[in-house]
């Protein structure tokens, strides 16, 4: 189950729920999440208003993926089962889904199911944190005077100072809020620990080059 960006597919060789699905002779299949890549409802340039976003929501999510597997059992054999995998919010939709439809699938994979919604969760940030100083408290620190330099610039600076601020990242968009720009900001460093590019991460932050 895919749920956070345009869906590619998996990787067979990489992959850990792949590991052995030749043998199973088992076929993988990735859905993609309505609302994002070509998985649109909507089309034209209303297509975002918020009365359509509406239907962007984990239940209609659930009822998709219940949908497909109806419809592959009606081409199908009716021996064939089905295993939900997800990771992080797939993952609990992967949960979620054996929970409402308990005889579409035979099992369900969550990974990291976020399967609890916990305001200000700064463990998180806390995480990153304590990862990070596997490279040492130069890396710490780098990004922390990174992103308040970057926080005063937005609060601060002049106009030429934001724009070539934003042309340094390659984003044209200069009357961006300050929180949407911040969010970037750490999320770029949440995907080079998160996604196991801390190393190559803080060796470049660290370096002369940066």
């Not at 189950?1 to 699905?21: D, R």
């Not at 409802?41 to 962007?56: C, S």
Request: overall charge negative.
């Amino acid at each position: 189950m895919c749920g956070e960006w345009t869906c590619a597919p998996p990787s067979v060789s990489q992959a850990a729920f792949a590991l052995g699905y030749n043998e199973l002779n088992a076929k993988l299949v990735v859905l993609e999440h309505r609302y994002y890549g070509d998985s649109q409802l909507f089309t034209g340039e209303d297509a975002w208003k918020t009365e359509n976003l509406k239907l962007l929501n984990t239940t209609q999510a659930l009822a998709d993926t219940a949908y497909f597997i109806e419809e592959q059992k009606k081409n199908a054999s009716s021996d064939n089962q089905y295993v939900v995998i997800g990771g992080s919010y797939p993952g609990a939709l992967s949960a979620w889904f054996k929970h409402a439809y308990p005889n579409h699938a035979v099992a369900a994979w969550s990974s990291s199911g976020v399967i609890n919604a916990i305001q200000n969760f700064t463990d998180f940030d806390k995480d990153i944190f304590e990862t990070t100083m596997q490279s040492g408290k130069e890396c710490t620190e780098a990004i922390t005077k990174s992103t308040a330099l970057i926080e005063n610039i937005l609060k601060t600076g002049t106009f030429a100072e934001r724009k070539r601020l934003f042309d340094t990242f390659g984003y044209p968009h200069y009357e961006t809020e300050l929180g949407d720009f911040m969010f970037f900001v750490a999320d770029t460093f949440t995907m080079g620990v998160q996604y196991g590019q801390r190393t190559e991460m803080c060796d470049y932050l660290t370096s002369d080059e940066f």
